[in-house]
C-alpha cells in the first residue's frame, strides 16, 4: 500500500533563517506531487504542484520554493524565512493523470519567531 | 475569487441524526468533486467523490450529491457518529487542471452523543 511521509511534525524557526521541508512517498511510482498550506480556519491553498522529477510549477508568488530531486521526493524550501510564512504545511500526492483523489502526509506547524 | 465555498464553518447534530454539509461552486470547468475529512494536527483524508456524469454515489453512511445546474454538492452522513465530529472540506478540480483541485474552507462538524 501507498504511504506519504512527511517531517518535522512541529518546527519553531527564527525570522530570516532558512527553511526544509521533506515529503515522500513510498509503494506508488510517478506520482503527482503538492505543497500546500493552510491558514488558521481557511482552506488549503496550493503553494506548489509537480508532475515529475524536476517539474515544478508554482501557484502564488511568495517566499518559499520546491524541488523534485527524485520521484517519490519533494522538497519545501525557503533561504529566509519571514513572519508570514507561518501556518500548517500539508504535503499531498495523486495518481497521474486528472481527476484522482490527493493523498494527504500529517502536515508540518511551522511557528517564526 | 474563491471558486468553492463552504457557506456553513460549523454544524452541529445529534448522534443518529442526518448530517448534511453544504458546497457551491462558480467555476463550469471543474468536472469532479472530493470530499475530505480532517482531524486536528492531521492532514485530510480522502472520503467519497462524484463525477459530473453523476448525481448521487453513495459509501456506507456517506452519501455526496451533485447538483450541476445549481452547482451545489452536498454530503449526508447517516447515521452521524461521535467518531464523525472533524472538519469536512469541499473541494472540486478539472480534468485538464493536472490533477489539481481548488478546497472550500472546511465545515467543522460536531457530533452529540
Known amino acids: 500500500s501507498q504511504t506519504i511521509h512527511q517531517w518535522p511534525a512541529t518546527l519553531v524557526q527564527p525570522v530570516g533563517s532558512p527553511l526544509s521541508l521533506e515529503c515522500t512517498v513510498e509503494?506508488?511510482?510517478?506520482?503527482?506531487l503538492y505543497w500546500y498550506r493552510q491558514a488558521a480556519g481557511r482552506g488549503l491553498q496550493l503553494l506548489f504542484y509537480s508532475v515529475g522529477i524536476g517539474q515544478i510549477s508554482s501557484e502564488v508568488p511568495q517566499n518559499l520554493s520546491a524541488s523534485r530531486p527524485q520521484d517519490r521526493q519533494f522538497i519545501l524550501s525557503s533561504k529566509k524565512l519571514l513572519l508570514s510564512d507561518s501556518g500548517f504545511y500539508l504535503c499531498?500526492?495523486?495518481?497521474?493523470?486528472?481527476?484522482?483523489?490527493?493523498?494527504f502526509g500529517d502536515g508540518t506547524r511551522l511557528s517564526i519567531l | 475569487d474563491q471558486q468553492v465555498k463552504q457557506n456553513s464553518p460549523s454544524l452541529s447534530v445529534q448522534e443518529g441524526r442526518i448530517s448534511i454539509l453544504n458546497c457551491d461552486y462558480t467555476n463550469s470547468m471543474f468536472d469532479y468533486f472530493l470530499w475530505y475529512k480532517k482531524y486536528p494536527a492531521e492532514g485530510p483524508t480522502f472520503l467519497i467523490s462524484i463525477s459530473s456524469i453523476k448525481d448521487k454515489n453513495e459509501d456506507g453512511r456517506f452519501t455526496v450529491f451533485l447538483n450541476k445546474s445549481a452547482k451545489h454538492l452536498s454530503l449526508h452522513i447517516v447515521p452521524s457518529q461521535p467518531g464523525d465530529s472533524a472538519v469536512y472540506f469541499c473541494a472540486a478540480s478539472a480534468w485538464t487542471n493536472a490533477g489539481k483541485s481548488t478546497f472550500g474552507d472546511g465545515t467543522t462538524l460536531t457530533v452529540k452523543p
Open positions: 509503494g506508488t511510482s510517478n506520482p503527482n
Open positions: 499531498a500526492w495523486s495518481q497521474q493523470g486528472g481527476n484522482q483523489p490527493q493523498h
